[in-house]
């Protein structure tokens, strides 16, 4: 059994309420928009991390992760990409990779809004962690966690960090 953190679009911003959340996990997932180089370094030197670049990670997030990521977890085949739409309006090269490749678990983020729900038509789940970044519309930093064992996804819990930014009274 692992026990998994999931974060997206931070834009070079670490909440330190991350590390409280993220310290039962097994691993860190982050689904893109990492922001910076120095992100990627700490949130790695805390818990082992995979990740994918996303739509503002420069060059040299470029050229530390990927686009897609592909792999298995205790027994359930993931994919993630940053840019993944949702179950019914996935792009064109999304929906093509999730019917040749049949995972049980998608992950993305980009649109900074958490959703977890199941996508009938392909069989999966889906998750986006929304955004635990300061940049962006979303009015709170959220993550998920959750835990993985014999191929099913257990016990997820949406983690609300705060406010995207300290509102001034």
């Not at 309420?17 to 097994?26: A, G, M, N, R, T």
């Not at 180089?37 to 995979?50: G, H, I, V």
């Not at 649109?111 to 998750?127: C, Q």
Request: proline share 5%; charged share 25%.
């Amino acid at each position: 059994m692992k026990t998994i953190g999931l974060i997206s679009d931070t834009h070079g911003h670490i909440d330190p309420l991350v590390f409280k959340y993220f310290e039962p996990c097994d691993e860190i997932w982050h689904a893109g928009d990492i922001g910076l180089a120095a992100t990627a370094d700490e949130l790695s030197a805390f818990k082992p991390l995979r990740a994918v670049f996303g739509n503002i990670d420069g060059a040299e997030l470029r050229r530390m992760f990927s686009e897609d990521l592909l792999w298995d977890c205790e027994g359930l085949k993931v994919y993630m990409t940053h840019i993944g739409g949702y179950p019914g309006r996935y792009p064109a090269r999304v929906k093509q990779r999730i019917r040749q490749e049949r995972p049980g678990l998608f992950l993305c983020g980009h649109s900074h809004i958490l959703k977890v729900m199941f996508d009938k038509e392909h069989n999966l789940v889906h998750m986006n962690p929304g955004a635990a970044g300061v940049h962006g519309f979303h009015l709170k930093k959220t993550l998920i966690r959750f835990r993985v064992s014999e191929g099913k996804i257990l016990d997820p819990q949406a983690i609300e960090l705060g406010d995207r930014v300290r509102r001034k009274d």
